[in-house]
């Protein structure tokens, strides 16, 4: 068998253990770390996340393929860049304002988005942001169970989506493609799948359904526009 990628989990709090956890019961090699010094989560580690090595940032990631981000948005500007220049970068971070402050840029758009920007050098894919922790864990299933959820996937880089397909699959979920990483606001808070668990055909059912409905609202929106500028034409001519 292949061997399978490394990953390293930045963020040891809610869903860092978990997606930790899921990827060593999956059979990748793992390493995780927050903040600070490893030791301050060697117990931690040894408890929950058995065969998890604690490391420093810096460490885990340079030995990774994979980096996973689970580590709270408002914290990401502490990141340096360049530690992640040649990676793939899962963004399983979500724009949260009553924990993040309210960013005006996040507000307007994309978090994954903001986040490729300004990591320039790194693959980044959206992925793992979209189900709560307990349920991500809970809710794993392997391949065929009926009630196997899905997991959507935004990203402009075939390859790295196509491995974070990859460990979405082992880690027991449907990866669903959606497209570039702006796609990836179907993903975030407020979106049509934020915070489920869906089956596959729920959750593309879901997605269209959004997609369909800003479409209408973007043809009402230059309707609107389209008439307001011919009453203005009219009356310039009254
Ligand atoms: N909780 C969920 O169910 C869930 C589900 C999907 C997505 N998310 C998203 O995942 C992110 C994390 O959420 P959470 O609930 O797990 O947060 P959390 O419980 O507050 O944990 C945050 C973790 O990030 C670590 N951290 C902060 N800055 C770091 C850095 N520069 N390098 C490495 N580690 C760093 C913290 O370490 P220290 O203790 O050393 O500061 C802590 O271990 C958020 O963006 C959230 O929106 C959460």
Redesign the pocket.
């Known amino acids: 068998m292949a061997e399978l990628s490394k990953i390293a989990v ?9 997606i930790a956890r899921l990827a060593i019961k999956a059979g990748y090699p793992v390493t995780i ?4 010094d490893p030791e ?2 060697a117990l931690i580690t040894e408890l929950m996340i058995p065969r998890a090595q604690p490391r420093w ?1 810096a460490g885990a990631v340079a030995d990774a393929d994979i980096v996973v ?5 408002h ?2 500007p ?2 340096d860049p360049g530690l992640l220049s040649g990676k793939l970068v899962i963004d ?5 304002p009553a ?2 402050g309210v960013v005006q840029a996040f507000e307007d758009g994309g978090s994954s988005e903001i986040v490729s920007r300004r990591l320039a050098g790194s693959a980044v894919v959206k992925a ?9 864990e809970d809710r794993a299933r392997p391949a065929g169970a009926p009630d196997r959820g899905a997991v959507g996937i935004a990203g402009d880089d075939p390859v790295a989506v196509a491995a974070t397909a990859a460990l979405a699959d082992r880690i027991g979920y449907h990866p669903v493609r959606l497209g570039g990483l702006r796609a990836g606001r179907a993903l975030q ?1 407020g979106g049509p799948v934020f915070g489920l668990v869906l089956t596959r055909p729920e959750f593309e059912r879901a997605v269209r359904e959004e997609a369909k409905q800003a479409v209408r609202e973007e043809i009402l929106r230059e309707q609107a526009m389209g008439e307001k500028a011919l009453r203005e034409e009219a009356r310039s001519l009254s």
């Open positions: 930045l963020g040891a709090g809610h869903l860092g253990p978990v770390a927050a903040s600070g301050d989560i940032a981000l689970a580590i709270p948005l914290r990401f502490d990141l399983a971070m979500n724009y949260w924990s993040d793992l942001n979209h189900i709560g922790y307990h349920e991500l808070p």
